[in-house]
């Protein structure tokens, strides 16, 4: 799903890899955001029972000791559950990253299922800043002049996207507005909803004429006629 709502929970992860088959989660940091206004907070470091790579430390800060005394995954993601609810969850590039690490933590260590919906920022941001050319958190919140000063843990990356997240709201809304007017015509770079993977379809030309492709491409390989 990619819309702006006023009632969610954003949530970030921090990981000692990018693979879930194989990583581990040893941050988990959420914000409840009532009216769009922040209600609430769950943070806690994970104890992977693992080391914890170099290259991951390197990223986010986290070592070994810093989790030694720190919940298992199974008290760590109940209790980022029951603080999410049923609320919508909101992240950056948690499509293909972060609800990929929960969905797995969920069934493995609690044998229950994530049902929540979810918004990824970064496809939301890809339709409202088509400018830019990166979208990662830090360049969004550059963007909007957020400081991005301790991005990479957990608590922060959430606080920054919570901002990111109101500001494309913002524009979210004049795109609504223009396109209930008329003036939202389809062109070059309007994006539509993909209904496989609720990432971004994008209007390109092909060697037979336009058509609508997923922008998750190639995790996502849905296009339809234009």
Same mark, same amino acid.
């Given at each position: 799903?990619?819309? =702006?709502?006023?009632?969610?929970?954003?949530?970030?992860?921090?990981?000692?890899?990018?693979?879930?088959?194989?990583?581990?989660?040893?941050?988990? /940091?959420?914000?409840?955001?009532?009216?769009?206004?922040?209600?609430?907070?769950?943070?806690?470091?994970?104890?992977?029972?693992?080391?914890?790579?170099?290259?991951?430390?390197?990223v986010n800060g986290i070592t070994d000791d810093m989790v030694a005394d720190a919940p298992g995954i199974k008290e760590a993601i109940g209790?980022?559950?029951?603080?999410?609810?049923?609320?919508?969850?909101?992240?950056?590039?948690?499509?293909?990253?972060?609800?990929?690490?929960?969905?797995?933590?969920?069934?493995?260590?609690?044998?229950?299922?994530?049902?929540?919906?979810?918004?990824?920022?970064?496809?939301?941001?890809?339709?409202?800043?088509? $400018?830019?050319?990166?979208?990662?958190?830090?360049?969004? /919140?550059? =963007?909007?002049?957020?400081?991005?000063?301790?991005?990479?843990?957990?608590?922060?990356?959430?606080?920054?996207? $919570?901002?990111? =997240?109101?500001?494309?709201?913002?524009?979210?809304?004049? $795109?609504?507005?223009?396109?209930?007017?008329?003036?939202?015509?389809?062109?070059?770079?309007?994006?539509?909803?993909?209904?496989?993977?609720?990432?971004?379809?994008?209007?390109?030309?092909?060697?037979?004429?336009?058509? =609508?492709?997923?922008?998750?491409?190639?995790?996502?390989?849905?296009?339809?006629?234009?």
């Open positions: 799903m990619c819309k =702006y709502v006023p009632d969610y929970v954003v949530f970030d992860l921090e990981t000692t890899g990018v693979c879930c088959d194989r990583d581990a989660i040893i941050e988990i /940091s959420a914000i409840k955001v009532t009216g769009g206004k922040r209600a609430g907070e769950y943070s806690t470091l994970v104890n992977p029972k693992r080391p914890i790579p170099a290259r991951a430390t390197a209790g980022f559950m029951e603080f999410a609810g049923s609320s919508i969850l909101v992240g950056h590039n948690i499509h293909t990253f972060d609800m990929n690490f929960a969905y797995d933590a969920a069934w493995l260590a609690l044998e229950k299922e994530l049902r929540n919906d979810y918004v990824d920022t970064l496809y939301m941001a890809r339709r409202c800043l088509p $400018q830019l050319s990166h979208y990662k958190l830090t360049d969004i /919140s550059e =963007y909007f002049h957020i400081s991005t000063e301790g991005a990479h843990r957990a608590l922060k990356d959430c606080m920054m996207n $919570q901002e990111c =997240y109101e500001e494309l709201g913002k524009l979210w809304k004049i $795109q609504e507005e223009k396109a209930a007017e008329g003036k939202g015509e389809e062109r070059e770079g309007i994006a539509l909803e993909c209904p496989r993977c609720g990432g971004m379809l994008f209007l390109r030309k092909g060697k037979f004429g336009k058509f =609508y492709g997923c922008g998750n491409f190639p995790s996502c390989r849905y296009t339809r006629n234009a």
